[in-house]
């Protein structure tokens, strides 16, 4: 069974910074998109950034130039880098890995860790 774990959430004061980590086990990684979605309180889960197997990244347009995600497929890990952190980064942050194979869709999700901003 598949298994992403993610880690690095915690309490931030607005400004701050925070990386948080997402470890695969039990997958071919490198075949894999990997992603990070933020769901706040009451609202949808949302895109934050994707990172292709070969490095091309995509990001939410509102994040762009604070948040960075990379990957290393040699470790299984994707990491998400969030700079000036503010009250509305406040989310569950999740890891999320995607493989499309013909028309099969292969989704996964970690647990998710808590990033909150506050003062």
């Known amino acids: 069974q598949v298994q992403l774990v993610e880690s690095g959430g915690g309490l931030v004061q607005p400004g701050g910074s925070l990386r948080l980590s997402c470890a695969a086990s039990r997958i071919i990684f490198s075949m894999y998109t990997m992603g990070w979605y933020q769901q706040a309180p009451g609202k949808e889960r949302e895109l934050v950034a994707t990172i292709t197997s070969d490095g091309n990244t995509n990001y939410a347009d509102s994040l762009k130039g604070r948040f960075t995600i990379s990957r290393d497929n040699a470790k299984k890990t994707v990491a998400l880098q969030m700079n000036s952190l503010k009250p509305d980064d406040t989310a569950v942050y999740y890891c999320?890995?995607?493989?499309?194979?013909?028309?099969?869709?292969?989704?996964?999700w970690g647990q998710g860790t808590q990033v909150t901003v506050s003062s």
């Open positions: 999320n890995a995607v493989r499309l194979d013909g028309a099969t869709i292969y989704k996964y």
